[in-house]
């Protein structure tokens, strides 16, 4: 046959559809084959398997309510034992009916056991779990029951229509993940079990347990061992350690079992802890139980037996209350500080940083200072006790660090001050009120202010042992500060608990290290108490001194005290009493501390009492002053005076109408200046200096003749001087003494009293001048024993006129003796005998007749003169 070119193309032809038919006969007999051994393999390989499934998903749901649907990609089902091997799963389990809670197991590879309803991981699981309370809207539409097997795919049931972008991106916000391996899930119990290692992540934490659990039917997570979680605040790490930890999300509360926080250079533990969440997800507070301990790196510590703390929207705290015994103990290089109280509230603003702090009941914060800055052996503690105690803090310079800014101690609120120095004795002060309110300086580190009210009291123990006492309705000090450098604070806020003891330390101290300069930073510069004032004194009893020493007591509306001249000044009907000798008061009375001088202006009246004798030592001067003669207390009033405790000298001064005026019984002294001396006990009496006038007046009482009729001299002149020892008043300078019967001039004259009688040695409150009988002087009364008149003496008596330069009376005859100086006789004019000399003239106050005795025919003359 004849090949062509035609025939060959159809030839070609032919065998390509000859072979396309080969292949296709081919292509199905092994798609045939391989058919057959796919079902033959598991057979060949040991493996009972009865079905699989593309896209498996089985819900579960009891009483109109989804409780699980498991969906796979791929399902293998056993023939023997009802297990299954499903691939790439996903577990979406619902929480109880209204809770719109779904949670979600996600894992490459699971065994299900569909009898015992046993679900087991393969490998490494991932769980989703939705946010806390009702606010979640994961899970919000739940799918339709079906209790049966369903072999198509179907939607995920966590985004049914309906769900927003926002609610999808909020729910994802509030999703915490879990990894871990080897869980075993219980359809039946609706539990989730593992025992290896398990990570987990919050909106704002991350962390790691070994086992843990979970229930879908109540929301219950539970971690079971060593549980590890770490955050920040204010971007700094925080690592909190747990025995053991619990989620409710329905309660949306975590338990943590021996809970422990790390945060920057702050520590704090304790038995349990309580977390409670909001609806968003966010911590809202946290309460802490059973040995609350937080530790700084400063070495402070505080205790309590639980502790709440608010936080804010953003999981910051705001507010921390630790109550049940709390106790705050804090050591420094050179200082120990400890603190007590029932209860504390801690108020935290932006940063954490500080803003009050209060604490309750039995309030007390104790201060020791190991070493004086002056005095490295001796040693210091500052010491503040009240029912209530609240610290104002303002922002520092950084504004990260809290500075104290104030502190009110209020209900019996004390301040104690003790110095003990290594020589000489120690330093005590305590100040109490039913509320002290301290203002701080700018460095939170020493006092400024010191404002009290209700029962104010100062007690001050001073080095030499003597006690200063000082009680009113109001009080406010006011403090001189060194300058010094601001404090290093501690590093940032920390989290909520850690908080606590930075800001107790604070407020009890101002810093958490202080040193001993300053704890002697702050000194009284200014003392004012208002209202009822009362002060007192009581020296120290010296060394060979047979009683006690007297108290010196002051009162007033108004003390002010300052330290620049320490002087401490009363106004407001001001009143001094220095122990039973001496009582004075005035419109102003200024007391010096450092020297135990008082001044006193303003219709000043001072009742003296003789000093008792047992010799009580005075804490003033003047406290013991010369008998005047009479009877009882001696009586001063003046328009100032001026005590001198150095010299033991008073002086009292008249205005310009009025002289100062001394009196006791009927013995009286009124000069422009009165001079009192207690050591020993005298008196002066002068007008101002280079005065010519006789200004002094005294009042004396006197028995004039041998019948001892009582009357009183009057005696006037520029200066007296009275000795108490020598019972002598000396006067000087124009002299002049009106008695009854006449005047007597001289240059000077000496005035002598009796002996002091018996009944005249008081002591204490010892009554006044006892009360004579029918006119009589009193018993008890001292009288001018005899007097000494002096130079161009001048005796003047009705109808007669002596002169001479010596005149001396005697109170037992009533007799006055008129001398003259050499070559000059006295004289004695009489308008009926005329002029009579002679050496003496006796003067007899009895009769009335005059004795002349001497002259140069030594004749002796008796001359009387009708009455």
């Given at each position: 046959m004849r090949l062509t070119v035609a025939r060959l193309r159809q030839s070609i032809v032919l065998l390509a559809c000859l072979l396309f038919v080969v292949l296709a006969a081919f292509f199905l007999y092994a798609r045939y084959r391989f058919r057959h051994f796919e079902k033959d393999l598991p057979a060949r390989l040991g493996i009972d398997i009865q079905q699989t499934a593309d896209g498996f998903t089985f819900s579960h749901s009891a009483q109109g309510h989804t409780l699980y649907t498991i969906h796979a990609s791929k399902l293998f089902q056993y023939k023997q034992g009802g297990h299954a091997t499903l691939h790439d799963v996903q577990i979406t389990l619902y929480g109880a009916p209204g809770s719109n809670r779904a949670d979600k197991i996600y894992g490459?590879?699971?065994?299900?056991?569909?009898?015992?309803?046993?679900?087991?991981?393969?490998?490494?699981?991932?769980?989703?779990?939705?946010?806390?309370?009702?606010?979640?809207?994961?899970?919000?539409?739940?799918?339709?029951?079906?209790?049966?097997?369903?072999?198509?795919?179907?939607?995920?049931q966590a985004n049914q229509p309906g769900q927003t972008g926002q609610d999808d991106a909020k729910a994802q916000q509030q999703i915490i993940h879990i990894k871990t391996s080897g869980l075993v899930f219980?359809?039946?119990?609706?539990?989730?079990?593992?025992?290896?290692?398990?990570?987990?992540?919050?909106?704002?934490?991350?962390?790691?347990?070994?086992?843990?659990s979970y229930n879908s039917k109540t929301g219950l997570l539970v971690l079971d061992q060593e549980v590890v979680l770490t955050t920040s605040n204010n971007g700094n790490l925080a690592i909190v350690h747990a025995t053991h930890a619990t989620l409710l999300r329905d309660s949306r509360q975590a338990f943590l079992l021996h809970p422990s926080t790390d945060y920057q250079t702050e520590k704090s533990s304790s038995d349990q802890a309580i977390i409670y969440f909001r609806k968003d997800g966010s911590a809202s507070s946290v309460d802490s139980q059973g040995h609350v301990r937080m530790l700084t790196d400063s070495g402070a510590v505080l205790t309590a037996e639980n502790s709440h703390t608010q936080l804010d929207a953003k999981s910051q705290p705001v507010q921390i209350d630790v109550a049940g015994g709390v106790n705050f103990v804090s050591n420094g290089d050179n200082s120990s500080m400890h603190g007590t109280a029932v209860s504390c509230t801690l108020t935290l603003g932006a940063n954490s940083t500080l803003k009050h702090g209060r604490c309750r009941d039995a309030v007390s914060f104790v201060e020791q200072i190991f070493k004086l800055a002056n005095d490295p052996r001796g040693t210091a503690s500052r010491q503040v006790q009240s029912s209530m105690l609240d610290v104002d803090f303002v922002p520092g310079p950084d504004g990260k660090k809290s500075i104290a800014q104030k502190a009110l101690a209020t209900g019996n609120a004390q301040v104690n001050l003790h110095t003990i120095p290594s020589k000489g004795g120690q330093e005590l002060t305590n100040i109490s009120g039913d509320q002290l309110l301290a203002t701080l300086d700018p460095t939170g580190t020493a006092i400024k202010q010191l404002d009290g009210s209700g029962s104010t009291k100062i007690v001050d123990l001073a080095q030499d042992g003597s006690t200063n006492t000082s009680s009113g309705d109001r009080l406010h000090m006011t403090f001189t500060q060194q300058p010094k450098a601001a404090k290093e604070t501690d590093a940032k806020a920390g989290a909520a608990k850690a908080n606590v003891v930075k800001t107790v330390e604070k407020a009890a101290a101002g810093s958490d290290k202080k040193s001993a300069s300053d704890a002697e930073t702050s000194q009284i510069d200014t003392a004012i108490q208002d209202g009822h004032v009362v002060m007192t004194q009581t020296p120290v009893k010296k060394e060979g001194a047979k009683s006690d020493p007297t108290t010196l007591t002051s009162w007033a509306n108004h003390a002010?005290?300052?330290?620049?001249?320490?002087?401490?000044?009363?106004?407001?009907?001001?009143?001094?009493?220095?122990?039973?000798?001496?009582?004075?008061?005035?419109?102003?009375?200024?007391?010096?501390?450092?020297?135990?001088?008082?001044?006193?202006?303003?219709?000043?009246?001072?009742?003296?009492?003789?000093?008792?004798?047992?010799?009580?030592?005075?804490?003033?001067?003047?406290?013991?002053?010369?008998?005047?003669?009479?009877?009882?207390?001696?009586?001063?009033?003046?328009?100032?005076?001026?005590?001198?405790?150095?010299?033991n000298v008073s002086l009292f001064y008249g205005s310009a109408t009025t002289p100062a005026r001394m009196w006791q019984s009927d013995h009286s002294i009124a000069a422009p200046v009165l001079e009192v001396s207690q050591n020993p006990q005298a008196l002066k009496a002068y007008g101002p200096e280079g005065s010519t006038a006789a200004v002094v007046s005294a009042n004396l009482t006197s028995n004039l003749g041998a019948k001892h009729q009582p009357s009183v001299v009057r005696i006037h002149s520029r200066t007296l001087e009275y000795s108490d020892a020598e019972r002598r008043a000396d006067f000087h300078g124009s002299v002049v003494a009106e008695e009854p019967d006449g005047v007597i001039h001289s240059d000077a004259a000496q005035v002598f009293l009796s002996p002091k009688p018996a009944g005249n040695q008081q002591t204490g409150n010892s009554s006044a001048a006892k009360t004579p009988a029918s006119g009589a002087q009193?018993?008890?009364?001292?009288?001018?024993?005899?007097?000494?008149?002096?130079?161009?003496?001048?005796?003047?008596?009705?109808?007669?006129?002596?002169?001479?330069?010596?005149?001396?009376?005697?109170?037992?005859?009533?007799?006055?003796?008129?001398?003259?100086?050499?070559?000059?006789?006295?004289?004695?004019?009489?308008?009926?005998?005329?002029?009579?000399?002679?050496?003496?003239?006796?003067?007899?106050?009895?009769?009335?007749s005059v004795v002349v005795s001497g002259g140069q025919s030594s004749a002796v003359t008796e001359t009387r003169t009708p009455k």
């Amino acid at each position: 046959m004849r090949l062509t070119v035609a025939r060959l193309r159809q030839s070609i032809v032919l065998l390509a559809c000859l072979l396309f038919v080969v292949l296709a006969a081919f292509f199905l007999y092994a798609r045939y084959r391989f058919r057959h051994f796919e079902k033959d393999l598991p057979a060949r390989l040991g493996i009972d398997i009865q079905q699989t499934a593309d896209g498996f998903t089985f819900s579960h749901s009891a009483q109109g309510h989804t409780l699980y649907t498991i969906h796979a990609s791929k399902l293998f089902q056993y023939k023997q034992g009802g297990h299954a091997t499903l691939h790439d799963v996903q577990i979406t389990l619902y929480g109880a009916p209204g809770s719109n809670r779904a949670d979600k197991i996600y894992g490459s590879e699971f065994d299900y056991d569909k009898s015992s309803g046993i679900v087991s991981a393969k490998g490494n699981v991932q769980i989703d779990l939705s946010g806390l309370g009702d606010d979640s809207s994961a899970g919000k539409a739940a799918p339709a029951k079906t209790g049966q097997a369903n072999q198509t795919n179907q939607p995920n049931q966590a985004n049914q229509p309906g769900q927003t972008g926002q609610d999808d991106a909020k729910a994802q916000q509030q999703i915490i993940h879990i990894k871990t391996s080897g869980l075993v899930f219980n359809e039946k119990t609706g539990d989730a079990v593992t025992s290896e290692h398990t990570e987990f992540s919050l909106p704002k934490a991350a962390g790691s347990s070994t086992g843990a659990s979970y229930n879908s039917k109540t929301g219950l997570l539970v971690l079971d061992q060593e549980v590890v979680l770490t955050t920040s605040n204010n971007g700094n790490l925080a690592i909190v350690h747990a025995t053991h930890a619990t989620l409710l999300r329905d309660s949306r509360q975590a338990f943590l079992l021996h809970p422990s926080t790390d945060y920057q250079t702050e520590k704090s533990s304790s038995d349990q802890a309580i977390i409670y969440f909001r609806k968003d997800g966010s911590a809202s507070s946290v309460d802490s139980q059973g040995h609350v301990r937080m530790l700084t790196d400063s070495g402070a510590v505080l205790t309590a037996e639980n502790s709440h703390t608010q936080l804010d929207a953003k999981s910051q705290p705001v507010q921390i209350d630790v109550a049940g015994g709390v106790n705050f103990v804090s050591n420094g290089d050179n200082s120990s500080m400890h603190g007590t109280a029932v209860s504390c509230t801690l108020t935290l603003g932006a940063n954490s940083t500080l803003k009050h702090g209060r604490c309750r009941d039995a309030v007390s914060f104790v201060e020791q200072i190991f070493k004086l800055a002056n005095d490295p052996r001796g040693t210091a503690s500052r010491q503040v006790q009240s029912s209530m105690l609240d610290v104002d803090f303002v922002p520092g310079p950084d504004g990260k660090k809290s500075i104290a800014q104030k502190a009110l101690a209020t209900g019996n609120a004390q301040v104690n001050l003790h110095t003990i120095p290594s020589k000489g004795g120690q330093e005590l002060t305590n100040i109490s009120g039913d509320q002290l309110l301290a203002t701080l300086d700018p460095t939170g580190t020493a006092i400024k202010q010191l404002d009290g009210s209700g029962s104010t009291k100062i007690v001050d123990l001073a080095q030499d042992g003597s006690t200063n006492t000082s009680s009113g309705d109001r009080l406010h000090m006011t403090f001189t500060q060194q300058p010094k450098a601001a404090k290093e604070t501690d590093a940032k806020a920390g989290a909520a608990k850690a908080n606590v003891v930075k800001t107790v330390e604070k407020a009890a101290a101002g810093s958490d290290k202080k040193s001993a300069s300053d704890a002697e930073t702050s000194q009284i510069d200014t003392a004012i108490q208002d209202g009822h004032v009362v002060m007192t004194q009581t020296p120290v009893k010296k060394e060979g001194a047979k009683s006690d020493p007297t108290t010196l007591t002051s009162w007033a509306n108004h003390a002010e005290y300052h330290s620049s001249d320490q002087i401490l000044h009363l106004t407001g009907s001001p009143r001094l009493k220095d122990g039973d000798a001496l009582q004075m008061s005035a419109q102003f009375i200024d007391y010096h501390r450092d020297s135990g001088d008082a001044t006193a202006q303003g219709t000043l009246k001072a009742t003296y009492r003789q000093q008792n004798a047992s010799g009580a030592q005075q804490p003033i001067a003047g406290a013991g002053v010369p008998d005047l003669g009479g009877s009882g207390p001696v009586y001063i009033t003046a328009d100032r005076g001026d005590l001198r405790h150095a010299t033991n000298v008073s002086l009292f001064y008249g205005s310009a109408t009025t002289p100062a005026r001394m009196w006791q019984s009927d013995h009286s002294i009124a000069a422009p200046v009165l001079e009192v001396s207690q050591n020993p006990q005298a008196l002066k009496a002068y007008g101002p200096e280079g005065s010519t006038a006789a200004v002094v007046s005294a009042n004396l009482t006197s028995n004039l003749g041998a019948k001892h009729q009582p009357s009183v001299v009057r005696i006037h002149s520029r200066t007296l001087e009275y000795s108490d020892a020598e019972r002598r008043a000396d006067f000087h300078g124009s002299v002049v003494a009106e008695e009854p019967d006449g005047v007597i001039h001289s240059d000077a004259a000496q005035v002598f009293l009796s002996p002091k009688p018996a009944g005249n040695q008081q002591t204490g409150n010892s009554s006044a001048a006892k009360t004579p009988a029918s006119g009589a002087q009193p018993q008890d009364v001292s009288q001018i024993d005899h007097m000494v008149a002096t130079g161009n003496v001048v005796m003047t008596q009705p109808g007669r006129k002596a002169t001479g330069e010596k005149l001396v009376y005697t109170s037992d005859d009533g007799k006055y003796v008129l001398t003259g100086a050499p070559g000059n006789l006295p004289h004695v004019f009489d308008k009926v005998k005329g002029t009579t000399t002679g050496a003496r003239l006796i003067f007899n106050s009895q009769d009335d007749s005059v004795v002349v005795s001497g002259g140069q025919s030594s004749a002796v003359t008796e001359t009387r003169t009708p009455k």
